[in-house]
């Protein structure tokens, strides 16, 4: 359980942080890793990336309200209810990406991604990204600490798993 909280206060600083941030995705990327993605302002991936998000399945609400505001109530839900995985151009239709390209592009796409951050003042940046973002931390954490307080935490976790292991 505190394992989760400590990821919770994370991604809270991340998302509201005063600055642009940007989430760089190549692979897997389950669970609290899509949580981070979720966070940060601009998120690119690599072509062949995968994203899923499990955490409900065994009872952990990690991230949802974020993951709903970014990619819509009835997107969120699909995505949380199935906890299937799909891909970069899924994500990037959803909105949980921004954009999408190969590795070897990165350098080009942080320095542009850089760049624009550069535009506005910092003050002016700083003030455009708390504008834009719900502040929902207090209810974040008190239902994320909910979702882990029920008994069996443990065990709802290795039953996923388990479940997830081919027979």
């Given at each position: 359980?505190?394992?989760?909280?400590?990821?919770?206060?994370?991604?809270?600083?991340?998302?509201?942080?005063?600055?642009?941030?940007?989430?760089?995705?190549?692979?897997?990327?389950?669970?609290?890793?899509?949580?981070?993605?979720?966070?940060?302002?601009?998120?690119?991936?690599?072509?062949?990336?995968?994203?899923?998000?499990?955490?409900?399945?065994?009872?952990?609400?990690?991230?949802?309200?974020?993951?709903?505001?970014?990619?819509?109530?009835?997107?969120?839900?699909?995505?949380?209810?199935?906890?299937?995985?799909?891909?970069?151009?899924?994500?990037?239709?959803?909105?949980?990406?921004?954009?999408?390209?190969?590795?070897?592009?990165?350098?080009?796409?942080?320095?542009?991604?850089?760049?624009?951050?550069?535009?506005?003042?910092?003050?002016?940046?700083?003030?455009?990204?708390?504008?834009?973002?719900?502040?929902?931390?207090?209810?974040d954490l008190a239902a994320l600490a909910r979702s882990v307080a029920v008994p069996g935490l443990k065990n709802r976790i290795a039953?996923?798993?388990?479940?997830?292991?081919?027979?």
């Amino acid at each position: 359980a505190l394992r989760f909280l400590r990821i919770e206060s994370l991604l809270q600083l991340i998302h509201h942080a005063p600055c642009a941030t940007l989430a760089l995705v190549h692979g897997a990327c389950f669970g609290a890793g899509a949580d981070i993605v979720a966070a940060c302002a601009l998120r690119l991936a690599a072509p062949d990336s995968r994203f899923r998000l499990p955490g409900l399945r065994f009872g952990v609400a990690l991230g949802t309200r974020r993951l709903a505001e970014l990619v819509g109530r009835d997107t969120a839900l699909s995505l949380l209810m199935t906890a299937r995985e799909f891909s970069s151009e899924d994500a990037l239709a959803a909105g949980l990406l921004t954009e999408i390209s190969a590795k070897a592009d990165w350098p080009e796409r942080v320095a542009a991604a850089a760049a624009a951050a550069a535009v506005l003042p910092s003050d002016s940046l700083t003030s455009l990204l708390r504008l834009t973002r719900a502040d929902h931390r207090d209810a974040d954490l008190a239902a994320l600490a909910r979702s882990v307080a029920v008994p069996g935490l443990k065990n709802r976790i290795a039953a996923y798993l388990a479940s997830r292991s081919p027979s």
